[in-house]
């Protein structure tokens, strides 16, 4: 089963870039993966599919500033132009059979 | 638009049952595999449950098997979860999904 990892932070300044990093396990280097946002007291919310091509679909009303990238098993969410509203929890998730699991999550601070 | 509303927690008992719903609307159900993942207070996502579109195919987080079942009713657009022998470490609040929609959660507290 693949195991996901995310550092636990980040920050970035308003209006600038950050990127986001999960790493996949050993051995499921090819894995799709997802990212989801959740805003402070919210819901998650789908952001995209990210293949390991670096290939990836964003859901319904994703602004263009999202992106998404892969270099072996890293996974990376790109934020550009970084907004107030940015700030939230990011997980990504992956699944293997009929299991799904997610990262344990970054915290995104705006400053 | 998409749709998912959960139903169905609220305070129960150790050792007790509970039975969650989501009903779904805005798009054609018994296209997609559904899943019911929990949040639980303070702490990250963890996937609990997961149906394919015919219930054909089904998947339990290690920490809920024996215990939880997943059930969907095509017909009605409708997914479950039967909850039993909860705990308190159940206590969170429990998001129907489908791979790109989330619902906006019901909340399960165990205590006595």
């Known amino acids: 089963q693949p195991v996901l990892t995310q550092s636990s932070s980040a920050s970035a300044s308003l209006g600038s870039s950050v990127k986001l990093t999960c790493t996949l396990s050993?051995?499921?280097?090819?894995?799709?993966i997802a990212w989801h946002q959740q805003q402070p007291g919210k819901a998650p919310r789908y952001l995209m599919k990210l293949e390991g091509s670096g290939s990836y679909n964003k859901g319904s009303g994703v602004p263009d500033r999202f992106s998404g990238s892969s270099s072996g098993a890293d996974r990376y969410l790109t934020i550009s132009n970084l907004q107030s509203e940015d700030e939230a929890d990011y997980y990504c998730e992956t699944w293997d059979s009929n299991t799904h699991v997610f990262g344990g999550g970054t915290k995104l601070t705006v400053l | 638009e998409v749709q998912l509303v959960e139903s169905g927690g609220g305070l129960v008992q150790p050792g007790r049952s509970l039975r969650l719903s989501c009903a779904a609307s805005?798009?054609?159900?018994?296209?997609?595999?559904m899943h019911w993942v929990r949040q639980a207070p303070g702490k990250g996502l963890e996937w609990v449950s997961g149906?394919?579109?015919?219930?054909?195919?089904?998947g339990y987080a290690d920490s809920v098997k024996g215990r939880f079942t997943i059930s969907r009713d095509n017909a009605k657009n409708s997914l479950y979860l039967q909850m039993n022998s909860l705990r308190a470490e159940d206590t969170a609040l429990y998001y129907c999904?489908?791979?790109?929609?989330w619902g906006q959660g019901t909340l399960v507290t165990v205590s006595s």
């Open positions: 999904a489908k791979s790109d929609y």
């Open positions: 805005g798009f054609t159900f018994d296209d997609y595999a």
């Open positions: 149906i394919s579109w015919n219930s054909g195919s089904i």
């Open positions: 050993s051995g499921h280097s090819s894995y799709i």
